[in-house]
């Protein structure tokens, strides 16, 4: 499966974005759908993430101002980031895990990322 990131830009610190991630196939057969950043001269940090069943987790630093969200018929996971923060500056990436069936191994696809940008 391809993931299509889309949505990023520049926004003014307090302002919002919609970031989407179309996958080219379905993503109902994934065990979950995330959302990750990473900042320059930082490691990859997981942002959000929502499983086949909707349960959702957010990173702390997000808690309260980011949504995750699933459209199974659009095979299409957003992320909704709201009161954005000069420090949610990064380049985001979509992720699709599902876990091997008999060994567990999670298997991971990723998006091209797209760049957030707050300015203060």
Request: charged share 15%.
């Amino acid at each position: 499966v391809q993931l299509q990131a889309s949505g990023g830009g520049l926004v003014q610190a307090g302002g919002s974005l919609r970031l989407s991630c179309a996958a080219s196939g379905s993503i109902s057969s994934f065990n979950a759908m995330g959302w990750y950043r990473q900042a320059p001269g930082k490691q990859r940090e997981l942002v959000a993430v929502i499983t086949s069943s909707t349960y959702t987790q957010y990173a702390d630093s997000v808690k309260g101002r980011f949504t995750i969200s699933r459209d199974n018929a659009k095979n299409t996971v957003y992320l909704q980031m709201n009161s954005l923060k000069p420090e949610d500056t990064a380049v985001y990436y979509c992720n699709a895990r599902y876990y091997a069936v008999v060994s567990g191994r999670p298997n991971d696809y990723w998006g091209q990322g797209t760049q957030v940008t707050v300015s203060s």
